[in-house]
């Protein structure tokens, strides 16, 4: 974790440990099926909406896509990807208890040795996507993640490097 500011998400001026930033992290993913991908490709921006899944220690974030997309056509030009996944209700309360997270970092399809282990995680969160998953056209990707950025109160920024 950094040096960047490690407020609680209720402000409350304590410091968050790495292992309670960890448990946030978890909870949050837990809770949440969607995340917002964003890609480069062309010299634009692109971003999609992704059902996603996390491996335990946070390292890797997992979504799945058809070969045919733009999104896998952009990753494979430039494997360099962000993921956001907030917890809003599209109320006024957000604007107190919302926490949103971006993930950075690489994304590929994951070696033979370590599909089957990924493809066991992404289906125990998303088990109604087995037969998308599992079809010849689907690529699994999973993204190392360098850094995630925890903003919550739309002002108190947690970094955690997990690697």
Known sequence: MTRRQRLSPDNDG???SESQLRVLLKDLFSSQKLA???THGDGQPYSNLVAFATADDLKHLLFAT???TRKYANIV???RVAMLVDNRSNREEDFH???AVTAT???EEPTDTEKNRYVEIYLGKHPHMREFLLSPNCALLKVKVDVYYVVSRF???MELRPG
Do not use: I
Request: hydrophobic share 50%.
């Open 155 to 157: 002002q108190n920024v």
């Open 36 to 38: 917002v991908l964003a």
């Open 77 to 79: 030009g430039d494997s």
């Open 105 to 107: 970092g690489k994304a």
């Open 14 to 16: 304590t410091v968050m």
């Open 66 to 68: 058809t070969r045919a």
């Open 97 to 99: 208890s919302a926490v």
